[in-house]
T-cell receptor, first 117, second 116 residues
């Protein structure tokens, strides 16, 4: 159980276009999902907390108009990178928590490697 | 705020050597602590966790003990294998049961390479 699926695994897009990344909890309901970004050979930095049915909470320094997060259901959150530029190229990873179970950690998707050319 | 500090890498060992990766943290209250492993080109896998002081997390021969007095959660393995080569991340999340539980603060990661 506790499987989180992220799609796509990798994507290449042209500069100026928008890219949508999906994060799904396959066998549990997740009121809260988290989006992280990882630069090459660096650690993961939390971008935002996605809450089902409400606005996402962004970390300081993360542009909410550039990284649009939608959490329309208990099993799906999406991250849209708008007007992508080469500096947005990175590894994006989501995690989801099963709200019904106390003290359970958040489970990670397999990540999406975005390359903007 | 919360922070996690890991020992500098990379770490290179021979097969069957003893492994220690140091991790210390700063946090308010009693966070839960984790070790995650990331293989090349993949996402994160939970390796082990501990949710309260003196708890020992263990999995696949890896162990770490939650030491509140030293605010540490060092990762150890008695005999590493080539297949253990990966990046290891220490992380914490605020108190269990809180609305922020699951929101992780990561250390910088330690690259481990094990040679035959």
């Amino acid at each position: 159980g506790a499987v989180v699926s992220q799609h796509p695994s990798w994507v290449i897009c042209k500069s100026g276009t928008s890219v949508k990344i999906e994060c799904r909890s396959l066998d549990f309901q997740a009121t809260t999902m988290f989006w992280y970004r990882q630069f090459p050979k660096q650690s993961l930095m939390l971008m935002a907390t996605s809450n089902e049915g409400s606005k996402a909470t962004y970390e300081q320094g993360v542009e909410k108009d550039k990284f649009l997060i939608n959490h329309a259901s208990l099993t799906l959150s999406t991250l849209t990178v708008t007007s992508a530029h080469p500096e947005d190229s990175s590894f994006y990873i989501c995690s989801a928590r099963d709200w019904r179970v106390m003290n359970t950690e958040a489970f990670f998707g397999q990540g999406t490697r975005l390359t903007v050319v | 705020g919360n922070s996690v500090t890991q020992m500098e890498g990379p770490v290179t060992l021979s097969e069957e050597a003893f492994l220690t990766i140091n991790c210390t943290y700063t946090a308010t209250g009693y966070p839960s602590l984790f070790w995650y492993v990331q293989y090349p080109g993949e996402g994160l896998q939970l390796l082990l966790k501990a949710t309260k002081a003196d708890d020992k997390g263990s999995n696949k021969g890896f162990e770490a003990t939650y030491r509140k007095e030293t605010t540490s959660f060092h990762l150890e393995k008695g005999s590493v294998q080539v297949s253990d080569s990966a990046v290891y991340f220490c992380a914490l999340t605020p108190n269990a049961g809180g609305t922020s539980y699951g929101k992780l603060t990561f250390g910088q990661g330690t690259i481990l390479t094990v040679h035959p």
